[in-house]
T-cell receptor, first 111, second 113 residues
Framework: DQQVKQNSPSLSVQEGRISILNCDYT??????FLWYKKYPAEGPTFLIS?????DKNEDGRFTVFLNKSAKHLSLHIVPSQPGDSAVYFC??????????FGTGTRLTVIP | DGGITQSPKYLFRKEGQNVTLSCEQN?????MYWYRQDPGQGLRLIYY???????QKGDIAEGYSVSREKKESFPLTVTSAQKNPTAFYLC????????????FGEGSRLTVL
């Protein structure tokens, strides 16, 4: 049972525009949410996170929004750059060592 | 520089053979993890270890074994009992038990011929 879902396997965006990656979860006990970025043949790298007590966290071009009532998480990248092209995984945590990953969304930023 | 080193990067194995994937970290992290990635699926947890000489099964531990004799090392053995071992394997570590901010290695791709 997939507790964290990324329903869009791929997304293409023009350089300079906004990229919005979405993630839905089913377990209301999740208390910490993260986004990871992954290039081919490399391990994921941590990008940004948000605690369940917040609804927004911003870090430069990256902003994560959390809507707990809808059990929905989104990552906004603005402006998008070609170097942002990668697979993005969202993940949700429920206590220690209980990290659940989504299936990933491949973002392509077109120059 | 601190980091996580996985080896080998690519590995081929014949059916029926055991193979061990290495994972070493010099980040002084307490917890270490092994994940498996398959096409179209999220990362799935195989095993994790919070301290030396202790480890716990994750969601898909069957057919795998681990050891944690040193803080820096967490090798994963893919045994012949693993029905579908061809996959991309990722090792990760984190400082404390209450953070999900994992540091990942570059991964090992195992192909069973």
């Amino acid at each position: 049972d997939q507790q964290v879902k990324q329903n869009s396997p791929s997304l293409s965006v023009q350089e300079g525009r906004i990229s919005i990656l979405n993630c839905d979860y089913t377990n209301s006990m999740f208390d910490y949410f993260l986004w990871y970025k992954k290039y081919p043949a490399e391990g994921p790298t941590f990008l940004i996170s948000i605690s369940s007590i917040k609804d927004k966290n911003e870090d430069g071009r990256f902003t994560v929004f959390l809507n707990k009532s809808a059990k929905h998480l989104s990552l906004h990248i603005v402006p998008s750059q070609p170097g942002d092209s990668a697979v993005y995984f969202c993940a949700a945590e429920r206590g220690a060592n209980n990290l659940f990953f989504g299936t990933g969304t491949r973002l392509t930023v077109i120059p | 520089d601190g980091g996580i080193t996985q080896s080998p990067k690519y590995l081929f194995r014949k059916e029926g053979q055991n193979v061990t994937l290495s994972c070493e970290q010099n980040l002084n992290h307490d917890a270490m993890y092994w994940y498996r990635q398959d096409p179209g699926q999220g990362l799935r947890l195989i095993y994790y270890s919070q301290i030396v000489n202790d480890f716990q099964k994750g969601d898909i531990a069957e057919g795998y074994s681990v050891s944690r004799e040193k803080k820096e090392s967490f090798p994963l053995t893919v045994t012949s009992a693993q029905k579908n071992p061809t996959a991309f394997y990722l090792c990760a570590s984190t400082k404390g038990r209450n953070t999900g901010e994992l540091f990942f290695g570059e991964g090992s791709r195992l192909t069973v011929l």
